[in-house]
């Protein structure tokens, strides 16, 4: 079974950009539909966005759209997600998961451990 490694988390000040990256072993992640999500402390998971095996994207949260992009590079079997224009209330762990599709009514079943996001001056 395909397992996912989130890298690229780390500290950043207010404004700034980090690039995160699911990748993918055990298997060809062209063959799901990824999503990334959030968890900050004391609150739920929150979904960002998903991009489908054939690179539809699905935006969960409006409130992201505009400063998150999600993407897919085939050739490094990875996805990523672009993120612009940091703010505090977006520091959380970010984990990336794997699901059939990005529709809600078909939950991700695969998780990677997630990385964390700190963004602070």
């Known amino acids: 079974q395909v397992q996912l490694v989130e890298s690229g988390g780390g500290l950043v000040q207010p404004g700034g950009s980090l690039r995160l990256s699911c990748a993918a072993s055990?298997?060809?992640?062209?063959?799901?539909?990824i999503g990334w999500f959030r968890q900050a402390p004391g609150k739920e998971r929150e979904g960002i966005s998903c991009?489908?095996?054939?690179?539809?994207?699905?935006v969960y949260a409006d409130s992201l759209k505009g400063r998150f992009t999600i993407s897919r590079d085939n050739n490094q079997n990875t996805v990523y997600l672009q993120m612009f224009g940091l703010k505090p209330e977006d520091a959380a762990v970010y984990y990336c998961?794997?699901?059939?599709?990005?529709?809600?009514?078909?939950?991700?079943?695969?998780w990677g451990n997630g990385t964390l996001v700190t963004v602070s001056s």
């Open positions: 991009i489908s095996s054939s690179d539809e994207i699905t």
């Open positions: 998961a794997a699901s059939l599709t990005c529709s809600p009514s078909f939950p991700p079943y695969i």
């Open positions: 055990g298997g060809v992640l062209t063959y799901y539909a």
